[in-house]
Every structure is written in C-alpha cells, then in structure tokens.
C-alpha cells in the first residue's frame, strides 16, 4: 500500500506541500494534514461528478463523441472564429499554461486568467507601484505584525495561519501567535477576524480612505485626519499607525475586499505606496492571497511569454494588453467574443450575469475534469486529468514559489497540457487546408 | 417589507470544498444563501431558512436567508457562486474587475423558492 509523503494539495494559493496520501489499488483511500477544502480535493475525485466522456451539444443536449471527433469540433470553433476568448487556465499545470498562450498565439485570440475576478487588479497595481514582497517562508520566520485586510483565510486559505502566518512557529518568531500581533480589517466580523487581536470594521468601499489615512500618519501627517474615516475613529487609526511603524516585520496579506471593492487596483496601489512609506521605519512587505492553486503561475508563464501577466490580447500579431479593454469580463460584456475556450476556471459560476448572458450566446469549449455551471452552456466539453493527482506538473504558491505537483495516481483522461497540443496541431491542419 | 442593503460576496469554506462538486446539492446548500444579521432578518419579518428575494438593478435571484451576527446592520452576503451573480455588477470601471462587493440591494421575503444550479444556468441559455 503505497504511502506518498510530501505531495502538493492544488486547491488554494497556499499550495501546502506536507500532504501525505495513501493509495490503494488506484484510489486515495486516506488523506493526512489537508484542510477540508483539500480533503474534498483529493477524495472527493471518486465521488464528484467527473466528467466521464467528451461532449457535444446536439439538439440542446450534450452528447458523448469519440475524443478526435470532439477535438476536431473544437479545433473547427476556433478556426472559425473572428475573435475568440481564451480564458482560465488557473487550476493547471504552468506547462498547460504555457501551451495555451501558443494556441491563443496561433488563434489570435485573447487570453486571461482568473486573476480577472480575482487579484487582476493585484497585478495592475503591482505593474503601476510595484510590490514589495517577502517569500512565505520569511514571514513564518521574521514577522511579528500581521494584517489580513479584506480576506478570511479561515475559509479560503484555511491552513495559511498555522502553516506560514499567525499561528506558525520560526527562526525568530518562535512563541508563534503569542510572538506575533494579528491585526484584521474587513467589513464584517468574520471567522479570522474572531482570532485577531484587533479587528478594524471599515465602512464597506472605503479601502482607499483608510491606507491613504495610514499612510498620512507614517508620514508625519496625522493633523489632516478627521474624527472618524472610513467608519473607524481616529484613535484607532493612530493605534494602527504606530503599531505598523514599531514592527519589525510586516506583512500586510489582503484579499477579495481589497480587490473587488470601490477603487479597485486603485486599493492595491495606495497599500503598495503604504509599505514603501512603511519602509522608511521598518521592513514591510504585501502578499495578495492567492485563490486557484496556480493563478500566480499563470502570471509568471504569461509575463515571461509575453511581457504581460493577463488579459493578452493576440489579434494585432503581438501581445497587446489592457484589462479594463483585454479583460474577459469587459469582452463579455461588450458581446465581443464568437467563441470561447475555457479551461480549468468556471466562468458560468463566477462571472456576473451579463458575461454568462454572452457566453450562452456563442460557442463554447470546455476543458475540465468536473461538470459545473459553463459545462451547462458549454458546446463543446473535453474532460481531462487533475492537475496534482492524476498528472504532475508545475505550480506558483501565491508568494511566487514554484512547487513540483506530484502525479498520485493513473488516469485514463488526458492532461490539460496534452489536450492543449492536440488542439494547437488540429488547428495548423486545417489552417493549411483553408 | 423590503429593506436595503449593501451586497457583497465572498468566499466560504463550505462554497471552497464544493468548488469541484458544483452540481451537487451540497454546492447548492453552501451557496444559494444570503446572511444577514439578526435584526435585518427581524425586520423583513424572515427566520432562517425562509426564502428571500434579492434585487439589483442587474436582476434577481431568489435565496435563503441566513443569520450572521458577524454583519453590521445592513450588510447583505451571498457565498460566490451562481446566485451572487445573478445580481452583481458587470460593471469593471475600466480594470477588468466586476463589481462583487458594494452592490445596492433590495430584500424582501417571497413565496419563490431558490432555483438549483442546472435550472438557474439554463435561464441564461433561454435568454
Ligand atoms: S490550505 Fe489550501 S493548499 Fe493547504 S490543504 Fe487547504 S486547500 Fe490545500
């Protein structure tokens, strides 16, 4: 009975990689030290809805086809379309990722990844300002001020405090959550915010407000501050300050709130100034928390590739990139797209209505190993092997550190990484026909 | 009664372990639900469980309603997923991002009950 130790969980931006897996007889029959989202990743594979054959719509209805036949009804899509999305690619392997950027290259189509719903902004900012960064191993082992600003890493990050932020134990920072100050600012008082030493409730929206407060502060400015901003008073704001600039080591970890709220990368911008201002009396760093295992691998293998971490748009010949113009959602929106390719991302759940409006509308491919909301109005689905568990590959944690996923166990799916090249030789064939 | 509300949505840990079960029930129990908190819930006259209908000018969906004490008054959250979307903001401000937290909000109990995933995808296929 094989015992596999270390092996990587691809479920969230943390990426744990102390995951010890038994196998028996092709099936994961025990998991240790995954979280519940991880335990649901590894075992639930034998349960959820896998999807077992290649689809096409007929009639309304999704039929099964033969793998070349679907292949080829993908490749035809995509050869046909005038403009074609190309979005997802998060919950794979960088060599899909890197594969897909060459297809979407050979198609001119435009690219983009999950970061578009997620930390896009992140990325903007960080292009704008920069992001002074730190690896997780060095806040385990040195930072002693911890903030969570807009995110609740108990539910989506949920072994991040014990394995690399509050709870965990290091070099320096050895009486672990009695060493260290957790600080939570968020809108709502959530499960991370009860673990915190201090919770700071903001008036939902007013990120900006609040960091430009902070940062008016660090600077020697305090005098502008009003009474209350942001919905939080000023007392509390000073403490804040001070607190930050008498650390040793911040880290400021933020989340979705940051991201998707009023001002959006504008958010990300103003914390970015906030910690080189910081830096002037201490060491501070930011970490986005990452959501899909490999959505910061997209963006390396994209920047890399092409110069540009998302939203790439090949229809010039050469990468083109603007997101509030290139974005997936903007596409949608503007009913730009003819055809679409999805992959390992589910824009049927996580798009707003007016984006799946147009998807429905228009040809779409899907690449997943599980049915979801796209796979219903996907015209074309093309299952493929888990990332991680059925097929191995390469993975960025969401402070940029690449990790190997290890393969666990035999498939009879095809990896994305495979899927990716079939359709990128399809698609020459028959642009040599045409 | 109807009353106002900031919608946001987010993450749960229950929508995070059903991301690759999304057509099982468990998806659907961890994600067509809006929190309030208890006073909210008070005055639309709704008790756990009972079905609200949310709206925004991008549309509606109907939910379960749900206690959390944990919102200040007048902080509506839906899990993301389907549901939230159905009424969040297309709108990306010129960044790529939409609009999923901060949403003006209306909620009042209904008769309805919320639509399963598979019956709430095929409206957009309808449309
Ligand atoms: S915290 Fe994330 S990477 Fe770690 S076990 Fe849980 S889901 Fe997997």
Redesign the pocket.
């Known amino acids: 009975m094989p015992v596999i130790k270390d092996a990587v ?8 990689d102390d ?1 010890t897996v038994t196998v028996e007889d092709n099936k994961i029959t025990k998991i240790e ?6 335990q649901s ?1 590894f075992v639930g594979m034998f349960k959820h809805d896998r999807i077992e054959t290649p689809m096409i719509r007929k009639d309304g209805e999704l039929v099964p086809v033969p793998y070349e036949e679907a292949i080829e009804a993908a490749a035809k899509i995509l050869v046909n379309s005038r403009r074609t999305l190309s979005y997802g690619w998060c919950s794979t392997s960088c060599e899909a990722v890197s594969g897909a950027i060459q297809l979407a290259e050979e198609t001119g189509s435009v690219i983009d990844s999950t970061a578009n719903v997620c930390h896009g902004p992140t990325a903007l900012a960080a292009q704008e300002k920069g992001a002074p960064s730190a690896t997780l191993g060095e806040i385990k082992n040195r930072a002693d001020v911890i903030i969570f600003w807009g995110c609740n890493p108990v539910h989506a ?4 405090m014990v ?1 690399y932020s509050s709870f965990s134990k290091g070099l320096f920072t050895e009486k672990g959550r009695k060493g260290r100050k957790m600080i939570v600012v968020d809108v709502r008082k959530t499960d991370t915010a009860k673990l915190a030493d201090s919770y700071i409730e903001i008036e939902q929206g007013s990120d900006l407000l609040l960091v430009t407060a902070l940062r008016s502060i660090v600077n020697g400015h305090e005098d502008v501050i009003p009474e209350t901003i942001a919905g939080v008073p000023k007392a509390e704001v000073l403490e804040l300050a001070e607190t930050l600039k008498n650390a040793k080591f911040v880290c400021i970890f933020f989340g979705m709130g940051v991201t998707q709220s009023r001002s959006k990368y504008k958010n990300g911008d103003a914390m970015s100034s906030l910690i080189s201002d910081l830096n002037q009396h201490t060491k501070a760093v930011m970490i986005g928390m990452r959501g899909h ?1 490999n959505v910061t691998g997209f963006g390396q293998v994209a920047t890399w590739e092409t110069g540009f971490p998302m939203a790439i748009d090949f229809s010039k010949g050469y990468p083109y990139y603007n997101p509030g113009e290139t974005g997936a959602n903007d596409l949608l929106v503007r009913g730009e797209p003819d055809a679409a390719i999805i992959a390992a991302a589910d824009p049927g759940a996580h798009f707003p209505q007016k984006a799946i409006r147009h998807l429905a509308k228009i040809p779409v491919i899907q690449i997943d190993p599980y049915a979801n909301p796209t796979t219903e109005i996907a015209d074309v689905v093309i299952p493929s092997a888990i990332v991680g568990i059925e097929a191995e590959g390469t993975a960025y944690r969401m402070d940029a550190i690449s990790l190997r996923m290890k393969k666990l166990i035999e498939s009879k799916f095809k990896t994305d990484e495979e899927i990716v090249k079939d359709l990128t030789a399809k698609v020459r064939e028959l642009k040599r026909g045409a | 009664m109807k009353i106002k509300a900031n919608l946001i949505s987010g993450r749960t840990a229950d929508q ?1 372990a059903h991301l690759e079960a999304k057509t099982h029930k468990g998806y659907f129990d961890a994600c067509a639900y809006c929190e309030l908190n208890s006073a909210d819930l008070e005055r639309l006259g709704a008790s756990e469980g009972d079905s609200l209908k949310v709206t925004t000018e991008f549309g509606e969906v109907v939910v379960f309603a749900k206690a959390n004490e944990g919102n200040p008054e007048g902080l509506a959250f839906i899990p993301m997923g389907p549901w939230a979307n159905a009424v969040l903001s297309p709108d990306t401000h010129g960044c790529g991002m939409p609009g999923f937290k901060g949403v003006p909000a209306e909620i009042e109990v209904t008769d309805e009950k919320p639509l399963e995933m598979k019956a709430l995808m095929r409206k957009y296929l309808e449309d």
């Open positions: 969980c691809s479920l969230c931006g943390s990426l744990c995951i030290n995954a979280c519940i989202l991880g990743k990050h949920p072994r991040h394995r295992y | 995070g």
